[in-house]
């Protein structure tokens, strides 16, 4: 019987990934597309309010390509900047390989389905506000924890 050739996130470092490898791990969460709130000792708390750019049921970035130049605080990841990022959710596939972690069972790339991201309660569907509902001192009250949501089910 033919071996099947362990996946290119098992094989290569996230440096020696290609574009379109490297693009394949996100998993479309959107996580990293809300809001979030630091504290005075560096903790980072996430609250539900979605960048304008974020459409709420695919949770992809209208405007992917321009990014950067449409919102002046989105960070386009690369592998150079991985170890600076801190706040990536525990589940981020960028976050996950770098600290030397497996892929997910309903990671996309494992499972071939984008919904699985959806049932596994990871991705941010049914959970976010648009940010123009939101005003800056009320940031605080749309706090979220990751944990709490999913044992709440959505
Ligand atoms: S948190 Fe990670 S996997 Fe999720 S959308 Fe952001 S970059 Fe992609
Ligand atoms: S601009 Fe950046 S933060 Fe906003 S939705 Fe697009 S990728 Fe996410």
Known sequence: MLKEPA???KTKSLEEMTAQEWESL??????????????????????????RLLDDQSCLCKSYEKR???????LVLTPEILNR?????ESCAY?????????????????????????ARISVRGIVVPEKEV???ELE????YWNQLDSQGR
Do not use: M, Q
Request: aromatic fraction near 10%.
């Open 7 to 9: 996946p290119f996130w």
């Open 26 to 51: 996100c998993d479309g969460c959107g996580r990293c597309c809300l809001n979030k709130l630091e504290d005075d000792e560096g903790n980072v708390f996430y609250t539900n309010v979605a960048c």
């Open 68 to 74: 950067s130049y449409l919102v002046k605080d989105c």
């Open 85 to 89: 990022v801190s706040w990536l959710p």
């Open 95 to 119: 976050r996950l390989l770098n600290e030397g972690k497996a892929l997910p069972l309903w990671h996309p790339l494992i499972s071939n389905e984008a919904d699985t991201v959806y049932h």
């Open 135 to 137: 005003a800056e001192e």
């Open 141 to 144: 009250d749309h706090i979220i």
